[in-house]
């Protein structure tokens, strides 16, 4: 039984409400059913967590099922792959089954269909038979091959079977209705031929079944009592059972089709066939770059399996499609490193410090504590030396008042270490700072109970001796998309908005308890972030993976992005009110960098939409967008595009009119600008009372054009 301590989600219910109603706890079944053409994603990692999560909820076996029905994108790489991630998260499944374990069960269930004459062989092109199908709000129509005797039916689909035909000259479909409101119940494709290796059947198969014939008979052959999918599935449910009816025994359990929603995750994508893309064009570096969204590649970034599956747990399950914001997993995997990764020191921007007051050759061996979330971490040694290095960010010749790290004349703590002050700096010929020096107070020792240690400093930083230190290859990651959803717009690439910044590899230097570091060893550095050992490290070369900083960057950058927009909305409203050119110019310049510095599509495009309206701040506002975001009028909606170009050239403004019409005069779309030909002809013979002299030069030369 499920726990009682807490709410039970739509699909615990549905089980729940199954076992009153007399279904046995010992006919429970459950199944996580991948189709092996790809790695595995977050979205995967979801379900996994549903399916196996019921299993130990209820004490109910789970099916790894491999549903392998199309050997034309099949490889044993990914069923390998994808028992490793499910192995990873944690999980074990009561069997290992494929869909071609019952390929031949499936062709005997096929013919008996073409027995009952509930089947037959279609002849038709896919083109012709696309037409036949009809459309949503049109009925389809007959194949003129549908009523084929069942002798004909039966010589053809064995002779398909025996691969007498080539791809594509006959198919085998189900005769269920061709006027049903759902375009799956038209006739739906059952078997179709394939000269392909299959890579656990060989060349054994010439036809293949479809996913939907293959997918509930296997359900059926394994007792599952629920097959839970997503909601894509939702209009093949009547179809799923409809195959069910026609093979089904009363004495066995009958499997029950559910759907949940997707869970989409914000500035990435978990389309298989669009990380197969970013993989092949070489945007990333194969489907366990740190950056995709595959279980692979957040296993190889840093991620645990325990927050993937707190992510599952966190998110839920709902009944309708959902975008999660990528911070919720980036929460999850801080709060369970916080409490396991061992803290370390580590500077990956380095400038030399030199203690000019230390002696020279000396070297000390400093207490340092591995983790303060864990008591039972422990301590380590770190080599304290007379040249340190620390972040060129952390000094600042000349500091404003709230800089709370180094600056002349002004103490500050390092970690684990002394009190430092700075003294002066060493510039190279361009005048950059090659050297600080410092002085420090030999009593300030951190935990060494003295005064002078116990003395209030405004900062404490990290750093590495220079002596001791081991050069390591940092790759620092960032989220693969500038968007959140940018696989959503209709009229959009995906790849458009792959973040250009998402990798960046600088050399490093961290302290020497790192030389034995392995490969998904995870660390915190201090003050830096959550890094991981990458699979490339060796011995005579580190090498770690960002998995995720200390703060949400990117939270911090969107709230900024919107005060920006908000508070370019506030100034655009003084252009109206100002009475020199000079002035508007300036109000102009500062509102367009503003726009130039978002990156953000959705917030650029939400920004647009909500400012379409009949106030002049507003429409001036969204023809500055259009002139100075990062993105051009084709990449918005064109019925937007339209009602902001057709309200704004009935402006009661001047200004507004004006920037209307340069934006128009410079638009990529001619086709576009020919639409508004006969407003722009209207406001050139006859110009607005309050039409400036800029205004009418602008007329003249856009209706010329």
Not at 331 to 359: H, Q, S
Not at 603 to 617: F, H, Y
Request: charged share 30%; proline share 3%; glycine share 4%.
């Amino acid at each position: 039984m499920a726990s009682e301590d807490k709410s039970l989600n739509f699909i615990e219910q549905i089980i729940e409400e199954d076992l009153k109603s007399g279904l046995s706890n010992s006919k429970l079944r459950f199944r996580f059913p991948p189709e092996p053409n790809g790695y595995l994603h977050i979205g995967h990692a979801s379900s996994i967590a549903l399916n196996f999560g019921l299993g130990i909820d209820y004490q109910s076996p789970v099916n790894l099922r491999f549903d392998d029905t199309n050997p034309e994108k099949e490889e044993q790489e990914f069923v390998d792959a994808i028992k490793k991630d499910v192995e990873w998260l944690g999980y074990t499944w009561a069997e290992e089954c494929y869909a071609s374990d019952y390929f031949q069960q499936l062709y005997d269930w096929a013919v008996l269909l073409i027995k009952k004459d509930k089947a037959y062989v279609d002849s038709q092109t896919s083109e012709e038979m696309a037409i036949q199908k009809g459309t949503p709000t049109t009925t389809g129509t007959d194949s003129p091959y549908r009523n084929r005797s069942v002798e004909e039916n039966l010589d053809l689909f064995e002779r398909m079977k025996n691969g007498e035909f080539e791809a594509g000259t006959h198919i085998l479909r189900a005769k269920i209705d061709m006027k049903s409101t759902n375009m799956l119940m038209r006739d739906p494709i059952i078997y179709r031929i394939l000269h392909k290796h299959h890579h656990r059947t060989g060349d054994t198969w010439k036809i293949y079944p479809m996913y939907d014939w293959a997918h509930g008979q296997s359900d059926y052959l394994e007792a599952i009592s629920h097959s839970f999918c997503t909601l894509e599935f939702l209009p093949h449910r009547e179809l799923y059972d409809w195959f069910l009816d026609q093979i089904i025994d009363e004495n066995r359990i009958r499997p029950k089709q559910r759907e949940f929603a997707r869970r989409n995750l914000s500035h990435t994508v978990v389309s298989k066939r669009k990380l197969q893309q970013l993989v092949k064009e070489k945007h990333v570096n194969g489907w366990d770059d740190p950056r995709m969204s595959t279980i692979s590649g957040l296993r190889r970034r840093g991620y645990t399996a325990a927050s993937l599956r707190n992510f599952a747990n966190t998110i839920g399950i709902a009944k309708r499609d959902n975008l999660i914001n990528v911070s919720v997993l980036e929460f999850c995997i801080r709060e369970d490193l916080n409490k396991i990764a061992p803290r370390v020191m580590a500077v990956l921007d380095p400038v030399k410090l030199v203690i000019i007051n230390y002696p020279e050759g000396k070297e000390e061996w400093l207490e340092a504590e591995n983790n303060q979330e864990d008591e039972n971490a422990g301590f380590r040694k770190v080599p304290f030396s007379r040249e340190l290095y620390i972040e060129r960010e952390d000094f600042l010749e000349e500091a404003p008042a709230k800089f709370f790290r180094l600056t002349l004349g002004k103490e500050v703590r390092l970690k684990n270490a002394y009190i430092i002050k700075g003294e002066s700096v060493i510039k190279d010929a361009n005048g950059n700072i090659t050297e600080i020096h410092v002085t420090y107070d030999i009593d300030s020792l951190s935990g060494s109970g003295t005064e002078a240690s116990q003395r209030k400093v405004s900062g404490t930083l990290h750093w590495v001796s220079i002596q001791h230190a081991l050069e390591a290859e940092v790759r620092l990651y960032d989220r693969l998309f500038t968007d959140e959803a940018p696989d959503s717009y209709k009229d959009k690439n995906f790849l458009d908005f792959v973040n250009p910044n998402s990798l960046e590899i600088v050399k490093g230097y961290v302290e020497p308890s790192l030389a034995t570091a392995q490969n998904e060893d995870k660390f915190q550095f201090q003050r830096l972030g959550y890094f991981t050992v990458d699979k490339d490290s060796t011995p005579s070369k580190l090498v770690f993976n960002k998995t995720v900083g200390l703060k949400d960057a990117w939270e911090e950058k969107g709230k900024k992005e919107e005060n920006s927009i908000n508070n370019s909305l506030k100034e655009i409203n003084k252009y109206f009110k100002v009475e020199t050119k000079p002035e508007r110019i300036a109000i102009e310049s500062a509102i367009g960098e503003n726009i130039k510095n978002i990156s953000s599509f959705s917030l650029i495009q939400n920004s647009l939409k909500k400012n379409i309206n009949n106030n002049k701040a507003s429409l001036l506002f969204s023809q500055f967008i259009l002139k100075y975001s990062n993105w051009k009028s084709a990449d918005f909606e064109e019925e937007d595009i339209k009602k902001l170009y057709s309200m704004s050239l009935k402006s009661e403004s001047t200004y507004v009119r004006s920037k209307a019409l340069l934006n128009l005069r410079d638009i990529e779309s001619e086709s576009l600008r020919n639409q508004f030909s006969d407003e722009i002809f209207k406001l050139y013979s006859n110009p607005s009372k309050n039409a400036s002299e800029r205004e009418i030069e602008i007329l003249a030369e856009v209706a010329k054009k």
